[in-house]
């Protein structure tokens, strides 16, 4: 997609897919850029659920500032990878004690190296790699913000994930299994896997029922 930044009152001016084969995604890239005249515009890559880990800690007995430095070794062996490939980044989140909670994300950095050179033989300056889970949040708050926040469930390579968002923050996030044919089996084991997710939100984390589900 392609917006406005600032946004204006119509931000997206471009939305769409572009098919094609890994060897082909630089030639097509850069064909689309050239033809909409987007040359050195200011993009960001949205990695997508497989492509990174996302894992909750106790925060560490550290500044803030120290969290990333110190995620490392509340990753070691808990990763396929070798930390020294790792790029590691951390988001504070809810907890219902006085222990700070904060999620720890993961991803190869041989991965992202591929799709920030991707960017630059396009002739698109990258700002910023996100994740699905941070991109999904930044666009609810665009809408009104709700008391009790919002669940939001989307899709993704046989898993739904269902999040839970609530004062611009992730509360909570959970991904599952689920074969999604159209018969009552599947959908009585999506709505018990939901139902399952949002009790353990109220019960465990104590807090109310989000004012609304959303489909992704």
């Given at each position: 997609?392609y ?19 890994e060897?082909?995604r630089?030639?097509?890239?850069s ?11 200011e993009c960001?890559i949205v990695?997508?659920?497989?492509e990174?880990s996302?894992?909750?800690f106790d925060?560490?007995n550290?500044?803030?500032?120290e969290y990333q430095q ?6 070691k062996?808990?990763v396929?990878?070798?930390?020294s490939?790792t ?8 907890s219902?004690?006085q222990?700070k909670?904060?999620y720890?994300?993961a991803?190869k ?11 630059f ?5 990258l700002t910023?790699?996100d ?5 999904l949040?930044n ?5 009104e913000?709700?008391e009790?926040g919002?669940?939001?469930l989307?899709?993704?390579?046989n898993?739904?994930?269902?999040l839970?968002?609530?004062d611009?923050?992730?509360y909570?996030t959970?991904a599952?299994?689920v074969n ?6 599947d959908?009585t084991?999506?709505f ?9 939100y109220?019960s ?8 609304r589900?959303?489909l992704?």
């Open positions: 997609a917006t406005d930044h600032p946004p204006t009152e119509a931000p997206i001016k471009h939305c769409g897919f572009l098919k094609c084969t060897k082909k630089r030639a097509t890239l064909a689309f850029v050239k033809e909409n005249q987007l040359k050195n515009k960001s990695l997508n659920p497989d990174y996302t894992l909750l925060a560490p550290v500044k803030e500032s110190a995620a490392k070794w509340l990753l062996d808990l396929a990878f070798p930390l490939e790029i590691i980044d951390t988001f504070p989140t809810f219902v004690t222990k909670k904060i720890v994300v991803a950095e041989a991965d992202l190296k591929i799709y920030a050179r991707l960017i033989q396009s002739n698109l300056k910023r790699i994740i699905t889970e941070m991109a949040r666009i609810l708050l665009l809408d913000q709700k009790n919002s669940a939001l989307y899709y993704f390579n898993k739904l994930h269902i839970i968002y609530k611009h923050m992730i909570f959970r599952f299994f999604l044919k159209d018969n009552d089996d959908h084991q999506l018990q896997e939901i139902q399952k997710s949002l009790d353990y109220q465990q984390m104590r807090q109310p029922a989000p004012d589900l959303l992704t």
